[in-house]
């Protein structure tokens, strides 16, 4: 008993360790039993707790190494490893080469588009006299422009158009340069200049200058050396003719009476396209073409983002001076500029040469800076010979040849006006070049005049959400109209019989005296009537206001069917204008303009396979009323779309396709 003690004691108490020897020995053969006993020392002949004493247990621990590395050398074993070993490989290979093919064959998606920042931008045209008074003289200046750069944050406008700043004695507000490379002092300093720049560049604005090729004024010492003959400066201008000759041939000047004006000290005529105080300079000679290549690469080294070249058409005239032929259809007097078919003083062939050369200088300061340059190009022109300015795909020339068909939109025009005068670009461009929508300028009717105050917002919504660059005036995203100005405040020497001025007031910042523009009366043209309510302060503050649908409509420009997606113009009704912005995957826009002078209703059901049922109301025009009127985006079904005489609407939607 003691000794089954003892072996209950070795077994249940204790840890059997075995060499790999000892264990292989201890293995159970078919022949052994295993050998249990229960145990009750209180009670052997009751169940209850037991002790097991286990005799003859083997431990199997597997193969050893010896008998493993017996098998693992056997050919057999060794073939059926490197045949797995192959075909795992094998395999391997095969997804790698059917992921390739895929890859390779599949359909592909197409690149995102991938817009500039001139096709992004909205710009913003700034007639520097007129927009803020920095100094308190009454004129506007450099000081008062940076003082404003905040505006433009409220307005999501990041590019600015300057007129000309360059120094001058102001015959043509300003287009009457006397030195290239300076600031006239009415408007400021070149320190003034340099911290204008500083602080558009913290804000990443982009600003474009007035570059004035065609002609000087007659004060720039170039002139006053031509008019002396030094050999150097004699031909930087077009001189011709005596006073017995009289002047070389018939040329007529933009502004009216002959292109030509007697000189008594040189004794010759100098030609001049526009007034007698801007002579025309010969771009022909090559001092000249140098003199203008520095002067734009000095406007760079400042940090400017492009020019616009103004009255491109003019820069060449015909060398042998011939007399151009009369307009049959002209309507005006012998003396006035459309008397004549201009074919030898405009639109001539090496305007294109030298457009590329100065197009080259700008890509060479894009290619070394990393920030692009672009050209603008003004041309009062045929669309034909507008459209040359783009030049090719492989061989650009403008980036925005500036298209002013919208220029011709009256209170009269209609839907179908609209329209026709939108697709009389867009038809015309080849695919890759991009359009633009000139809106205003220094030298037209206020759009608001022009197109009437109520119908103000739909024109925005027409041109600023589609497709293209817009270019607005300011004061027009205000609605700020004509000003009455009397025939003794005109300032308009260079064109005395054509007020521009009345387009030219200053901006209507608040109520205050001389509406914020200036802390003086003596301001160079008067303030509108209209102040009082027409002012950012004010209109910033209405929620209904021209400003901010402006504001509304410019945010918009940045969602991905405005600025990727295809244009469709829906004819519904003849006095409806309505444009649709669809990109697959992202949010639609319908713009609906009653241009009618009564109240309308559009069903759009199957109107465009993309259009669904309803629609959430986006952007209304100042003056909308009725049920769309209501705040918030308010949800409409898109077969009862009720809009008054005048009002304009966008819609949001998410389109239908069909995969």
Known sequence: MEEDKNKINSVGDTDVELNEEEAVKEQLTPNDTPKVKYVNKDFP???GDAKIDIENIHLNVGMGKEELMKYANEPAWVRARMILFILFWVCWLGMLIGAIVIIVLAPRCAPPPQLEWWQKSVFYHVYVPSFKDGDG???GDLKGLTSKLDYFDKLDVDSLLLSPIYQSPMKDNGYDISNYTDIEPKFGTMEDFEMLMSKLKKKDMKVIMDFIPNHSSDQHPWFKESVKGNSVYKDYYIWAGNRTSGPPNNWLSVFGGSAWTFNEERGQYYFHQFSEHQPDLNLRNPLVKAELEQVLKFWLDKGIDGFRIDAIPHLFESEELLDEPVNENATVSKDKYDYLDHIYTKSQPEIFTILAEWREILDNYTHSTGSKKILMTEAYDTLNNTLLYYGKEDAPLSNIPFNFKLLELTKESTAKDLLEHLEYWTSSLPDWAW??????????????????????DGIFMATLLNRGTPIIYYGDELGMLNARILPTEVKDVANPDK?????????QWNNSTSAGFSNSTNLWLPIQDDFETVNVENELQTSRSHLNVFRELVKLRSQPAIRFGKVYYLSEKPNMFCMLRIRKGSPGYLIVINMGNNSSTIDFTNSHENLPDSANVEVRSKNLTGRLAESGHSKIKLKDVTLGSKESVVLSFVPKFDN
């Open 45 to 47: 002949d009751k169940n």
């Open 137 to 139: 003289d009454g004129m």
């Open 435 to 456: 359009p633009n929508w000139v809106l205003g300028n220094h030298d037209v009717d206020r759009l608001a005049s022009r197109v009437g105050e109520e119908v103000l």
């Open 499 to 507: 007020p521009r001025d009345v387009c030219r007031t200053p901006m």
